[in-house]
């Protein structure tokens, strides 16, 4: 909307040609805006909805100010058209006509019941005082209040729209996606009551429905102002709600689809954990057959106990092969990923439980092997029949062969028989002497 130029002296006929022409561009001006206004989408939706709260207080006031646009528009329009008409009396109007003609232009020409020009609030105005019964403007006055009315009710008109173009399109595409998922959800057995994710999809689809019907009946407790905006519309909705609500679908969804590909692979991995308890029995039971070997084989040899087969494990694989049975998907999901880390523990377990337990008959056979490995060294040299080499290999072997079998002693005995090995074997060797089977 234009501005009405300011009052002054007596015009002269060039100067009310020109502000008669400025006025008239600024009447057609006006009236494409008040047009705009009457065809925006966002006006026709707010007269046909059934409105509440912010939006209820707003609309009430801004139809108000629509119907005095009106009336100042039509106030406007005819005295611009009484002042056309003075000046087409007369191609040269003397000063009669100029005096009236200023007076129409720049005076307070422009005369309103009090009962439209207090229809409506306007913007800045305090507490009403009594009703006048008439009001006189001028034009310049006139299109000051337009401009004022249009802009609020353009901006409560756009803000409502925008709210409108947003949210709901937005809500119903996440509202088809929570669809979707609730779909998932029932097919493996993700439902209310039952598991929580079903008590979370139930209380979004309420949270959308409520929020949908709170948008479309109150759209400004959704909307932002820009803050030091004038211009109309300036602004944008507001979307917390709605991102909270598609950020935890996206959470269930997410679990749901964990669960869809527990319910693909379920049987595998049950074969696969089965496969892993047992191996981590056999082991156990190689462990405890070991360790009666061991307690019989070697004496003065503390040997740790050997656990008995992980039947808690077990007895949780078949909870979980019910699960699968009876589609249990979203307690089996669960339950699998513990088994698997339970399991191979476990299995972890079992080994080296089985290492610890042969860990004395590693060390005999360990001896046993470099006895061996010093009798040929012997041999390779011709002093395979050393006296004292045969007494002391005989000694050693009487002991690693024997049963129970004293290791603490047994190894001593070896010792005797290296350093006896190489007591005889350095004097009998030119060049550097070979120590590394006396290290061993």
């Known amino acids: 909307m234009g501005v009405a130029g300011s009052t002054g002296p007596v015009m002269d006929r060039d100067e009310v040609d020109r502000a008669l022409a400025r006025l008239g561009a600024e009447h057609e001006a006006i009236e494409s805006s008040l047009l705009a206004l009457q065809d925006h989408a966002g006006r026709r939706l707010l007269e046909g909805a ?53 007076d129409l232009l720049r005076g307070q020409g422009v005369t309103l019941s009090g009962a439209a020009t207090h229809s409506a609030p306007t913007i800045g105005a305090g507490i009403a005082g009594p009703a006048k019964l008439t009001e006189r403007f001028t034009l310049v006055e006139l299109v000051s209040r337009m401009n004022d009315l249009y802009a609020r009710s353009l901006d409560m008109v756009v803000a409502s729209d925008s709210v409108w173009s947003a949210l709901p399109a937005r809500i119903d595409l996440l509202s088809a996606e929570l669809a979707r998922t609730c779909s ?11 598991h929580p994710a079903g008590d979370d999809l139930e209380s979004i689809t309420a949270e959308l429905t409520a929020l949908r019907a709170q948008v479309i009946s109150d759209p400004l407790a959704f909307w932002q102002a820009a803050p030091g905006s004038s211009a109309p519309g300036g602004g944008r909705p507001d979307t917390v709600r709605y991102d909270r609500a598609a950020r935890a679908l996206d959470e ?82 669960p339950l699998l990923e513990t088994l698997e880390r339970e399991a191979e523990g476990e299995l972890l377990r079992a080994r080296d439980s089985l290492t610890a337990v042969t860990q004395p008959l590693a060390v005999r056979a360990e001896l046993r092997g470099r006895l061996d490995a010093y009798k040929a060294k012997v041999a390779r040299h011709g002093l395979a029949e050393d ?42 060797q030119s060049g550097p002497t070979d120590r590394r089977g006396d290290q061993a």
Not at 273 to 286: F, K, N, P, Q, V
Request: aromatic letters at 6%; glycine letters at 4%.
């Open 50 to 102: 059934a409105l509440t709260g912010l939006t209820k207080d707003r609309w009430a006031s801004t139809e108000q100010s629509i119907t005095l646009l009106w009336a100042y528009f039509d106030a406007y329009a005819g005295a611009l058209n009484d002042a056309r008409n003075v000046r087409e009396r007369k191609r040269w109007p003397g000063r009669e006509e100029l005096v009236e003609l200023t």
């Open 184 to 194: 998932l959800a029932n097919s493996v057995g993700v439902r209310p009551g039952e």
């Open 252 to 333: 269930i969804r997410r679990e749901i689809e964990a669960v869809l590909t527990v319910r693909q692979d379920a049987e595998q991995r049950l074969l696969q954990l089965r496969d892993m308890l047992s191996r981590a029995d056999r082991t156990l039971a190689e462990a405890r057959s070991a360790r009666g070997e061991v307690l019989a084989k070697i004496a003065a040899s503390e040997v740790p106990a050997v656990s008995g087969p992980p039947i808690a494990l077990q007895e949780r694989l078949a909870t979980a092969a019910e699960y699968r049975r009876h589609a249990q998907w979203h307690r089996l999901s």
């Open 387 to 428: 006296p004292l080499l045969i007494e002391r290999y005989d000694v050693a072997r009487r002991m690693l062969w024997s049963a129970p079998c004293d290791l603490r002693a047994a190894e001593q005995a070896v010792l005797r028989y290296q350093h006896a090995t190489a007591e005889v074997l350095v004097p009998r």
